[in-house]
């Protein structure tokens, strides 16, 4: 699992009535945690990161926002090696990479 602060948003217009500072996180985590805790999940849900549905407030900006930041990093560094099994294939991170970029490598 990975965890990283990705981004503040301080814009003092975020909400009409008081000034909202929200700081935001990215995390991956790879299948096999995920099913074993979904089970457990009583407020939550998951959503591919192409079909992420409509969110209150600037909650949209917030997220369209984290996805840049993780194609940027995935790009620079290689964490998608930590979410893969040691005996992961190549076409494995290729698909992996695939999805998160959102486009065919």
Known sequence: ?????AQVFSDPKR???????ACSFVGLTDNISV???RK???VGAWFPINSIPKLA?????????NIKFLRSRIVNSNLLKLLLPSDF????????YEQILNKKL
């Open 89 to 96: 294939t190549l076409p494995e991170l290729q698909r992996a």
């Open 1 to 5: 699992m990975y965890i990283e602060q």
């Open 35 to 37: 099913n074993l805790n």
């Open 57 to 65: 407030y600037d909650h949209s900006i917030i997220v369209e926002e």
């Open 15 to 21: 909400d009409k009535d008081e000034r909202i500072v």
């Open 40 to 42: 457990n999940d009583v």
